[in-house]
């Protein structure tokens, strides 16, 4: 299993940005993808998942209303549009998968089988 991040930078507040996570070695379609960050000094926090076999999504209210998560099962690709970004959304953010896709009710956030390196991003004031 492999999750490869791509698409982190810095950006200035406001401004947006798009994260892409490409997997391989699993059935991607069949599993629950989310995306996690992690801000200096701060614990990592799951902020959306999505589970396309079962046409569900979700997203921590920290980021709801400004992010979007998709997936294009084609390209064993999940997209995570982030618009409306503050200093505060700054960290490094991982995208993560786990065959069990009832995880995408919200307790993905407690953890995921597998998981890829991450990818930063800055956004200045």
């Known amino acids: 299993v492999q999750l490869v991040e791509s698409g982190g930078g810095t950006t200035q507040a406001g401004g947006s940005l798009r994260l892409s996570c490409t997997g391989s070695g699993f059935p991607f379609k069949d599993y629950a993808i989310a995306w996690f960050r992690q801000a200096p000094g701060k614990e990592r926090e799951g902020i959306s998942c999505?589970?396309?076999?079962?046409?569900?999504?979700y997203y921590s209210n920290s980021v709801k209303g400004r992010f979007t998560i998709s997936s294009d099962n084609s390209k064993n690709t999940v997209y995570l549009q982030m618009n409306s970004l503050s200093p505060e959304d700054t960290g490094v953010y991982y995208c993560?998968?786990?065959?069990?896709?009832?995880?995408?009710?919200?307790?993905?956030?407690?953890?995921?089988?597998?998981w890829g390196k991450g990818t930063q991003v800055t956004v200045s004031s």
């Open positions: 999505i589970a396309s076999s079962i046409s569900s999504t």
């Open positions: 993560a998968a786990d065959p069990k896709t009832y995880v995408v009710s919200g307790t993905f956030r407690y953890g995921m089988a597998h």
